[in-house]
């Protein structure tokens, strides 16, 4: 399932030029009834029709139409608007999604409506959105693989296996089922199928939401099988968004962004050697740890024995470090891959039968100029330590101790009187529509919300309040601007002459230049 929004710059009604028409033709039409003094009034005529055509021009010129005629994109010309000459960023969602997060409950009880994703796309003044992350039920959300889980699961309720101990696990299939929602692979592919924007953006943002329902499942497994699964997932991860790092370099592709666009290619020095290298950016969230969710004791299946939930909690703090660091491995070899062969002379690749060797020799061209490859760049961001932290303060208040760090001492309004407990909470009412007869019952499912929704940290049982995920988004997009910022200034850095040993008579280190004179 796919929820895609655009925000724009503007998106006035033509109607609003309708005053404007009206204007113009009866002032013109009264000038111009009486034909006695013709002359004036043709003068005045014109120059009626000339302030017209000026207010329509100023106001209104800078308004352009889709190919639909749905929306108006505004933008003035004065304004330095890089919307002006591209689509501007894209943001791209996958995953699950976590504990910031929309789920079906917050929407049935007027909860949060929008997700940190979205506050991170507004934050960075996006002009498309796009979300492939399906929406949140009582089941869980989406994991990486499901075939991977299934094949867990199989290999766990295997008779003929014994490296469990003989356990039984033959509760996982009822009480944990194949999720039924697409996976990553799915929604990447969905994604690629999509059409093409009517302008390429100038750059997109990967966000890859991941790991948080997945551990909610793996953690039911053992330790081990578990441990190998997350770290299988993660190579489908890599290979998915290596995948779309080769389609971003595809000018017919949906995953294409023209960082050039609004460079004068034709006047500009134009070898692959010079022009700035785009960037291919992922974003990838550390997972928060489900078991430190309301969830995970009221909604979670109590196990049969020896299985207990403390198992399934320890299981699922562990699963979660070595997702980090299994993500943070997976980064560091995943930025020092080898970059796309650029190859100026496409002519030379009909005789070229493999395919792979044919996608690493094609470069992208715009307007005809051989572009270097994009860099490959991966941010991750931390919401469990934002998260963690208001909980920790809430505990060290209300034991009245405060840590080195300063935990303990925020003031209230900052903070939340209620760290664990969620706003809303999920009852069944027995419904005996025929006076008690027995016939006709049915159970139906309400739901009961708090008095002070803004003190409570979690709204649902897996899902933080609308302050905290907009705290989450915004901090997101703080820690996109500094890496954008940092890797700016390495640009620049970069493109100054070398500095030598030595030194001139003002003390001042020599360029390189300077020290061969």
């Given at each position: ?156 309720l ?22 039924s ?20 953006p100038?750059e997109?943002?990967?966000?890859f ?20 699964i ?14 779309l ?17 609004g ?145 303990g ?34 159970d ?74």
């Open positions: 399932m796919k929820f895609a929004s655009e925000y724009t710059c503007g998106t006035d009604s033509p109607l609003e030029l309708l005053p404007l028409k009206v204007l113009v033709t009866v002032g013109t039409a009264k000038i111009l009834r009486n034909g006695s003094r013709l002359l004036p009034q043709l003068a005045l005529g014109v120059a009626v029709l000339l302030l017209g055509a000026y207010l329509w021009s100023s106001k209104y010129a800078g308004y352009t139409l889709n190919h639909d005629y749905a929306k108006i994109v505004s933008w003035n010309p004065a304004e330095e608007d890089d919307r002006r000459t591209d689509g501007g960023l894209r943001v791209v969602v996958f995953g699950g999604g976590d504990v910031a997060t929309l789920s079906k409950a917050s929407w049935q009880v007027e909860g949060p409506n929008a997700g940190w994703t979205e506050i991170l796309c507004e934050q960075l003044d996006c002009a498309l959105y796009q979300s492939f992350i399906p929406p949140v039920d009582n089941d869980g959300g989406a994991m990486v693989s499901n075939s991977l889980f299934e094949a867990a699961v199989t290999r766990t295997s008779v003929d296996n014994n490296t469990f101990g003989g356990l039984d696990y033959s509760w996982l299939v009822e009480h944990y089922p194949i999720p929602h697409q996976d990553l692979l799915h929604q990447v592919d969905a994604f690629l199928a999509g059409p093409r924007p009517l302008r390429p100038r997109t943002l990967w966000v939401d991941i790991g948080f329902w997945d551990i909610w499942n793996l953690a039911t497994l053992p330790r081990k099988l578990a441990t190998h997350i770290e299988t997932q993660m190579q489908h991860v890599f290979s998915y968004i290596e995948l790092y080769s389609e971003a370099h595809n000018n017919e592709s949906v995953a294409f962004s023209n960082c050039y666009a460079v004068d290619l034709a006047t500009a020095r134009v070898t692959t050697t010079c022009l700035p290298r785009a960037s291919f950016r992922a974003f990838i969230p550390k997972p928060f740890d489900v078991s430190l969710t309301p969830g995970f004791e009221s909604a979670r299946f109590t196990p049969p024995l020896p299985h207990t939930k403390a198992e399934q909690m320890r299981n699922a703090a562990f699963l979660t470090r070595h997702w980090d660091k299994t993500v943070q491995d997976m980064v560091n070899e995943w930025v020092r891959l080898p970059d796309l062969e650029v190859d100026d002379n496409d002519d030379d690749l009909s005789g070229i039968k493999d395919a792979d060797l044919l996608l690493n020799k094609k470069s992208v061209k715009v307007d005809g100029i051989t572009m270097p490859p994009a860099r490959r760049e991966a941010i991750t961001y931390d919401t469990t330590g934002y998260i963690q932290e208001l909980m920790v303060e809430r505990q060290l208040r209300n034991a009245d101790i405060v840590d080195h760090s300063g935990l001492s925020t003031a209230m309004a900052e903070g939340y009187s209620e760290v664990w407990e969620p706003c809303i909470k999920k009852y069944t009412v027995f419904d005996d529509s025929n006076n008690g007869t027995g016939n006709g019952t049915k139906s499912t309400r739901w009961s919300v708090c008095d002070a929704p803004d003190q409570h940290l979690f709204w649902t049982e897996f899902t933080v309040n609308r302050r905290a995920i907009f705290e989450i988004g915004i901090r997101a997009a703080d820690v996109f601007k500094r890496h954008v910022k940092m890797d700016a200034e390495w640009l620049r850095k970069s493109r100054e002459p070398l500095s030598s040993l030595r030194k001139g008579p003002d003390r001042a280190p020599l360029r390189v230049e300077d020290s061969k004179t």
